[in-house]
């Protein structure tokens, strides 16, 4: 039996709040690629931070129940980050974002240790560890970044020259994504990936550009399908599998999320 992959997911978790129906979910970029990362069978921790609060103690037990490591995940006296969604014709509309104790995450030395412990760490914008990259790619550790819809700035600046797969949500013309795709690749991104929806997703290794399209499925809720690809595409890196069907792990992965309501 072969080894499994172990991925460190850090940063930002959130409760989905789904003011609608009154429906909470737990949820954030780098918890979701650490649950559909156990869902495809390999093992992942979360290192983050939670309020003292009901929200955090729903938010621990439902990681937990997921297979997920949660030793490095820490509770402050506050609130738990909330983000309220709502639903319109099928697509996902984010409202008010609530903050509360992830305005005072920061990694110890030993969380840093203990995440350069696995094969990959995996973060993303709303993360606050970009100031860390340069420590753990001293460990030797592959890190990959959600950068989302977030193209320029500070954050972008600081992460991309330390990270070996850098993500993007982005659906511009093909040419003009191309373009967009080298210069983060001269910025010091190991391999760019951007996802374009309903077009499927394109990679680019400084080298060869490749797409794929997308796997058809019913469509309930898009919550999380983004991270359900970047969880498939790295599983897939990995395993050592060719980009392309790194790219159809990512796909197929989505289609599942896809299919249900929540992120998980």
């Excluded at 659906?171 to 191309?178: G, P, Q, S, Y």
């Excluded at 050592?240 to 989505?254: H, T």
């Amino acid at each position: 039996m072969s080894k499994k992959i172990r991925i460190a997911a850090v940063g930002d978790n959130c409760i989905d709040s789904y003011d609608q129906t009154g429906e909470v979910f737990a949820g954030g970029n780098p918890v979701n690629v650490a649950v559909y990362t156990v869902r495809l069978g390999e093992e992942a921790s979360y290192t983050g931070v939670v309020g003292d609060d009901d929200h955090g103690t729903f938010m621990k037990k439902a990681i937990s129940s997921k297979g997920v490591d949660i030793s490095h995940l820490k509770t402050l006296p506050g609130k738990t980050a909330v983000t309220h969604v709502e639903i319109r014709d099928g697509e996902r509309i984010l409202g008010e974002y609530e903050e509360g104790v992830l305005a005072d995450f920061k990694l110890s030395e030993e969380d840093i240790f203990y995440l350069a412990s696995h094969d990959l760490v995996v973060t993303g914008i709303w993360g606050m560890i970009e100031k860390d990259l340069p420590a753990l790619r001293e460990k030797d550790v592959k890190i990959a970044f959600d950068f989302a819809t977030f193209y320029e700035g500070e954050v972008l600046e600081r992460a991309i020259p330390y990270v070996d797969y850098a993500f993007f949500a982005k659906d511009d013309a093909e040419e003009d994504l191309k373009d967009f795709m080298i210069e983060m690749k001269e910025k010091g991104a190991g391999m760019v990936i951007v996802t374009r929806g309903e077009k499927g997703s394109m990679a680019f290794d400084g080298y060869t550009f490749t797409t794929f399209g997308i796997i058809p499925c019913n469509v309930v809720d898009t919550m999380g399908a983004g991270d359900s690809f970047i969880a498939g595409f790295l599983v897939g890196s990995l395993k050592g599998l060719p980009v392309k069907e790194c790219m159809i792990m990512g796909a197929s992965n989505s289609s599942v999320t896809l299919g249900y309501s929540g992120a998980w």
